[in-house]
């Protein structure tokens, strides 16, 4: 008994402690990192070079002594010169005359003239009454503001009408056997009403 004993001390003590297996361990990690390299989605940086428009459209300064003139053509309306010619030229849009586009270059216009306030429509033939109202309402004013504190502030008020020239250049002397440009001068139309609607000249 007391051998047994002896010998059970004996064995404990010289038992090694037992060791941590870190191969398994790796072995686990290897497939896991192979397995998230393949299943990952990597984000990729793409640069695209986008061409911006200008901040500011460049429009061509009016001359001296500026005769100011707006013709309604089929396909645009042009603001010219008399004396020497075509200034820019307003294409239409989808849905017909840019009327704000021309807005936008006679109050360019404006700040280079500040004291003018004449102005010539010229017409093509057949051009619709309405076409008329709203080229005068968006030559003589244009609203600043917003909501309630929209307010009409003056451009070329001094409005005088005419038939424009048939193939020829504004400002340039009339083709042979075309009428002759005549504006009409006529009474400045009323403010338009708050409701937006054209005035009537």
């Known amino acids: 008994m007391r051998r047994s004993y002896q010998y059970r001390k004996l064995e404990r003590h010289s038992r090694k402690p037992s060791e941590l ?12 990192v192979t397995f998230l390299l393949m299943t990952a989605v990597f984000s990729r940086t793409v640069i695209l070079q986008l ?19 707006v013709m309604v053509r089929k396909d ?10 075509p200034l820019h030229a307003v294409p239409n849009t989808s849905t017909g005359y840019d009327f704000d586009g021309l807005t936008e270059y006679l109050k360019f ?33 244009f609203e600043a503001g917003e909501g309630i504190n929209t307010v009409q502030a003056e451009l070329f008020p001094d409005i005088s009408i005419g038939d424009a020239p048939a193939g020829a250049a504004p400002g340039s002397a009339p083709l042979a056997g075309a009428p002759a440009t005549t504006p009409v001068a006529v009474a400045a139309a009323a403010p338009r009403p708050a409701d937006g609607r054209g005035a009537r000249p």
């Open 109 to 141: 216009v404006k700040t280079k003239f500040p004291e003018k306030t004449e102005a010539s429509i010229l017409l093509e033939p057949d051009t619709a009454y309405d076409t008329l109202v709203q080229v005068m309402d968006h030559v003589r004013v």
């Open 21 to 32: 297996l870190l191969v398994p361990m790796i072995d686990i990690f290897t497939v896991l």
């Open 76 to 85: 645009q309306l042009m603001v010219a010169d008399r004396n020497t010619g």
């Open 51 to 69: 061409n911006l428009p200008a901040p500011q459209t460049e429009f061509k300064d009016p001359p001296p002594g500026l005769q100011l003139e």
